[in-house]
């Protein structure tokens, strides 16, 4: 099981690796062959591994993994999956408890405003940005809703 909470704390998304193929994915995952030759078949531009999708370079031959988006759905929808885990980000959802817990952990990020919702965002150094609802009563308190792992 891939925890991504751990990215956050590593600064790394092991065990993916930037620029990976869909022969490294199915050594490293819980994805098939005959599930991305389906994805092929129906032209999908990139991989959907339960919440989690992976996008490449070359989009329809999943060659060269440069991004990585992970959807977060409230605590009581249905997320078990089979590959990936959110680990403490399952349990912590506002940006003041996230911000605080990256804090704690020493991992380096900032507060940037996301020009489209106006919503407080946090970029995490060298790895990513946390996207947060911008319907939040405050900036405090809203919610975790997308995760952006970029390359």
Not at 23 to 42: E, F, G, N, T, W
Not at 65 to 93: A, K, Y
Not at 120 to 145: H, M, T, W
């Amino acid at each position: 099981m891939i925890v991504i909470s751990d990215w956050l704390e590593q600064c790394d998304i092991e065990p993916l690796r930037w620029g990976m193929t869909e022969d490294d994915l199915i050594k490293v995952s819980c994805i098939s062959q005959k599930q991305i030759a389906d994805l092929k078949k129906r032209k999908y531009p990139y991989i959907p591994i339960d919440h989690v999708d992976l996008h490449f370079i070359d989009d329809l031959n999943y060659r060269g993994l440069v991004e990585i988006v992970v959807t977060i759905f409230t605590p009581d929808s249905d997320t078990e999956s089979q590959c990936f885990e959110l680990g403490w980000l399952g349990e912590l959802r506002c940006f003041g408890e996230i911000s605080d817990r990256l804090t704690q952990l020493n991992v380096e990020w900032v507060p940037m405003r996301n020009p489209y919702s106006k919503a407080l965002d946090i970029r995490v150094k060298g790895l990513g940005i946390l996207g947060f609802d911008p319907d939040g009563e405050n900036d405090q308190s809203a919610e975790l809703f997308k995760i952006f792992f970029v390359e």
